[in-house]
């Protein structure tokens, strides 16, 4: 005899259809049913559409990122352009097709997101003075000196929320020192 956790679970499972190909396990159907049998039963078995969305959005959708609502709304929002390739470097407004080249205005290189940050020389000052700022706080964080274009634009995973507002602060001063406004 079989127990009623058992039943209950094979109730709300569907059958797959065997497949030869990885073409067909990748389609909608089989790889719809797969992620559905996969689904934990207390999932599984609820029956209003509301309480299922939100219980899937909390087991498997990742928690917004504090971060990336740090700062003051026009700094915050040129910061936000730049990580969702929405902002007014020219790579970017290329990509759109709202300028007729790529390049940055001051050095003819592609204006992309690392170059506006750690390579364009029109923003040499500002950009010491952003590096110098979060090598500070790297080291006291015992990490690498070494600052990318991630740790800019997301923030470190190495580093705690306290640290990571720090380094977004200094970010957003350097967008707004250098008169760029992305």
Not at 22 to 37: E, G, L, V
Not at 109 to 119: C, G, K, R
């Amino acid at each position: 005899m079989c127990d009623q956790s058992t039943r209950t679970e094979r109730k709300y499972k569907f059958n797959t259809l065997p497949f030869d190909h990885a073409f067909y396990r990748d389609s909608i159907i089989p790889s719809s049913t797969s992620k559905w049998n996969n689904l934990p039963n207390h999932i599984r078995t609820i029956t209003k559409l509301d309480t299922f969305k939100y219980m899937l959005k909390r087991e498997y959708v990742e928690p917004p990122k504090p971060l990336f609502h740090y700062g003051e709304r026009t700094n915050q929002m040129s910061h936000t352009r730049i990580r969702v390739k929405f902002s007014n470097l020219n790579f970017h407004l290329f990509n759109y097709n709202l300028v007729t080249s790529p390049n940055c205005n001051h050095c003819n290189l592609p204006e992309t997101p690392n170059h506006y940050f750690l390579i364009c020389p029109q923003y040499d000052q500002e950009r010491k003075e952003m590096l110098d700022k979060i090598r500070q706080i790297l080291r006291i964080n015992n990490l690498n000196n070494k600052i990318t274009l991630d740790i800019l634009v997301y923030g470190s995973k190495k580093l705690s929320h306290t640290f990571n507002t720090q380094v977004f602060h200094i970010v957003q001063i350097f967008i707004k020192k250098s008169g760029r406004n992305p």
